[in-house]
């Protein structure tokens, strides 16, 4: 069966540059969750779409944008990158956001800034 | 506030011995608990939903919402058990349905 795909899986950044991560969710799902997990630590909710339009906002940073597109897949784009952004970044899915609806994740684009 | 905790960063047993790792929320409403695996930095995997009351390789968790405890139980545990655990808990209500976890806790099955 189909799973969410990032892309890419590994990135390696400089400090200051810019990222753009991706993710692909499920077919006919329509809503996407991106999670940040620093080393050692538990995932972060930074920011979710439902529809295209953008339904919840965690911490995220303002360096930090994201969209869904047409399609429904999803970008997160990285500004002014910090070596505390490393971390592995999760996204979700799930067809709608109510009760019930099950996430899956995808296996993460891990991002390292030097 | 919503919060998951989960006591435990470590928890140690041997193969064959039963497994209880805790959790405990705080929710104004009515929650929607999960318990994830994580093995070896892959990605999160669902373990257990309460709403649906399965038992995944072995594994259980019933939601007592008398002392806001959703455990999760393994009365054998094997080796391979060994991973990451996380608790979550999801708000639900309008459009917001991401999950808050815990802060995770390392199962390590000695032989």
């Known amino acids: 069966a189909a799973g969410v795909i990032q892309s890419p899986r590994h990135l390696i950044k400089e400090k200051r540059e810019t990222a753009t991560l991706k993710c692909y969710p499920i077919p006919r799902h329509d809503t996407v969750y991106w999670y940040q997990q620093g080393p050692g630590q538990d995932p972060q909710f930074l920011i979710s779409f439902y529809e295209k339009m953008q339904s919840d906002k965690g911490s995220i940073p303002d360096r930090f944008s994201a969209q869904q597109f047409s399609d429904y897949h999803s970008e997160l784009n990285m500004s002014s990158l910090e070596l505390g952004d490393s971390a592995l970044y999760f996204c979700a899915s799930s067809q709608g956001t109510g009760s019930g609806y099950g996430y899956t994740f995808g296996s993460g684009t891990r991002l390292t800034v030097v | 506030a919503q919060r998951v905790t989960q006591p435990e960063k470590l928890l140690s047993v041997f193969k064959g011995a039963p497994v209880e790792l805790k959790c405990n929320y705080s929710y104004s409403g009515s929650p929607e608990l999960f318990w994830y695996v994580q093995y070896s930095r892959q990605r999160l995997q669902l373990l257990l939903r309460?709403?649906s009351r399965e038992s995944i390789k072995g594994f259980t968790a019933d939601l007592n919402k008398g002392e806001t405890s959703f455990h999760l139980k393994k009365p054998f545990a094997q080796e391979e058990d060994s991973a990451m655990y996380y608790c979550?808990?999801?708000?639900?209500?309008?459009?917001?349905?991401?999950?808050?976890f815990g802060k995770g806790t390392k199962l390590s099955v000695k032989p």
């Open positions: 309460h709403i």
């Open positions: 979550a808990l999801r708000r639900y209500g309008g459009s917001q349905g991401n999950l808050i």
